[in-house]
T-cell receptor, first 112, second 113 residues
Framework: EAGVAQSPRYKIIEKRQSVAFWCNPISGHATLYWYQQILGQGPKLLIQFQNNGVVDDSQLPKDRFSAERLKGVDSTLKIQPAKLEDSAVYLC??????????FGPGTRLTVT | GDSVTQMEGPVTLSEEAFLTINCTYT??????LFWYVQYPGEGLQLLLK?????DKGSNKGFEATYRKETTSFHLEKGSVQVSDSAVYFCALSDSTGFQKLVFGTGTRLLVSP
């Protein structure tokens, strides 16, 4: 079974630029999550989708971050404009049932 | 809100030593508890879980028991190997809604031969 795929793996941008990350969950998984992991901290949930609907985006900085999940499968997370404090690893996870989330390898973003 | 507190690292051990990584939590209701592991250069992997009080999760020689009275979920292994070197995250998922995970800050384990 293929795992959660993410791209790119690494991205370096300057502040005020925009960036987008892509996630392809495990086939058949209805729930998709985006987490932000700042160096030295645990992952923090940004947004959670159930199929193509948002069920929790309470910690998403909506003035600069946006996310969508087209047709309930792939998802993109966008930052526009980026700030220095957005430097982090962005993790995508998916699940088909309660309690078991499968994580992708993450995208490491550096904002200079 | 819900939160998880882990012991700070790094934890440095010699091979075959006993491992304990402490984890305590604050939550309303009855959360499920997890340990995730992140090996160098890899994504997070679920190591073990427990969904109710007194449950013991176990996998790959690691164990953790859900202690409601002390709100703890300490990770233990009787004899660590060099290959266990990784970052370990304790997490909880609330019992309502869509099981959002709340993570601790992680504990780095370094095992030397």
């Amino acid at each position: 079974e293929a795992g959660v795929a993410q791209s790119p793996r690494y991205k370096i941008i300057e502040k005020r630029q925009s960036v987008a990350f892509w996630c392809n969950p495990i086939s058949g998984h209805a729930t998709l999550y985006w987490y932000q992991q700042i160096l030295g901290q645990g992952p923090k949930l940004l947004i959670q989708f159930q199929n193509n609907g948002v069920v929790d985006d309470s910690q998403l900085p909506k003035d600069r971050f946006s996310a969508e999940r087209l047709k309930g499968v792939d998802s993109t997370l966008k930052i526009q404009p980026a700030k220095l404090e957005d430097s982090a690893v962005y993790l995508c996870a998916s699940s088909s049932q309660a309690y078991e989330q499968y994580f992708g390898p993450g995208t490491r973003l550096t904002v200079t | 809100g819900d939160s998880v507190t882990q012991m700070e690292g790094p934890v440095t051990l010699s091979e075959e030593a006993f491992l304990t990584i402490n984890c305590t939590y604050t939550a309303t209701g009855y959360p499920s508890l997890f340990w995730y592991v992140q090996y160098p250069g890899e994504g997070l992997q679920l190591l073990l879980k427990a969904t109710k009080a007194d449950d013991k999760g176990s996998n790959k020689g690691f164990e953790a028991t859900y202690r409601k009275e002390t709100t703890s979920f300490h990770l233990e292994k009787g004899s660590v190997q060099v290959s266990d070197s990784a970052v370990y995250f304790c997490a909880l998922s609330d019992s309502t809604g869509f099981q959002k995970l709340v993570f601790g800050t992680g504990t780095r384990l370094l095992v030397s031969p």
